[in-house]
């Protein structure tokens, strides 16, 4: 067995530091996206936002982080998701993203509650991404690789970014697992347990996920907004 070279130092590729500093001096403060969300802007704003800077969306769904290719505006059929993210490792992670403004609430305040129209109008619109792909799986899945590789080799037509670990370390071989999530509304400002368990209940199946714009913030403030060139 080899001797462990204990003053080893890891010195990250250049080409990695490159790429995040790229992105960061890029990026939009996560002040302006909150002051988006506490105007209660509308969905056309917010995507906007979004599209100017697509590490928030990815940076929310990245995992591992930094590991990811994000692209808004993506064909799937003859449909269009608004964002979509590829990520994680070995199996690819295809998370397919439906979003609606901040000026309502995500979940009524009436005594029947449930979800307010605008993220039923997201649901049905991810429903109607999800049937596609589960009966043309195999030529999405050929599809959404193609379409990794040429975002990494800077070859992609539409608006996408890549972060800065740019090679994802997946297996084209293997199935993907498909994530659909729609993000809109906002917390009452009662907000209580009941309003998670009405989210839960709301939801049509385990792969789709629901989330308020605070909940979004609150998951991205952990490590978004301007960082040190290095």
């Known amino acids: 067995m080899g001797k462990i070279n204990e003053n080893y130092v890891y010195k990250e590729p250049e080409e990695i530091t490159i790429q995040r500093n790229k992105i960061h001096k890029n990026q ?17 704003k917010i995507q906007k936002l979004i599209k100017e800077d697509l590490s928030f969306m990815a940076d929310y769904l990245a995992e591992p982080y930094e590991e990811y290719i994000c692209f808004s505006n993506y ?23 439906e979003v609606k403004g901040a000026d309502f609430k995500t979940v009524k305040a009436n005594h029947y509650q449930g979800l307010n129209v605008h993220m039923n109008d997201a649901i049905t619109q991810l429903k109607n991404h999800m049937e596609y792909i589960n009966r043309n799986y195999s030529s ?15 070859e992609y037509s539409g608006n996408y970014l890549v972060g800065p670990r ?29 309003e998670s368990h009405e989210i839960v209940k709301c939801k049509p199946a385990d792969n789709l996920e629901i989330a308020s714009w605070n909940s979004f913030v609150r998951k991205l403030d952990e490590y978004h907004g301007h960082h040190p060139v290095q």
């Open 28 to 44: 939009r403060n996560i002040e302006d996206f909150i002051e988006l969300i506490e105007e209660n802007s509308q969905e056309m």
């Open 75 to 97: 064909p799937i059929g003859d449909k269009i998701a608004d964002f979509v993210v590829l990520t994680s490792r070995s199996k690819m992670k295809v998370c397919i993203v």
């Open 140 to 154: 999405f899945r050929t599809q959404i690789h193609e379409d990794k590789d040429k975002a990494i080799n800077e």
């Open 166 to 194: 740019k090679n994802l370390l997946v297996d084209p071989q293997k199935d993907i697992d498909v994530k659909y999530i729609a993000i809109g509304g906002v917390e009452r400002e009662d907000k209580s347990i009941e």
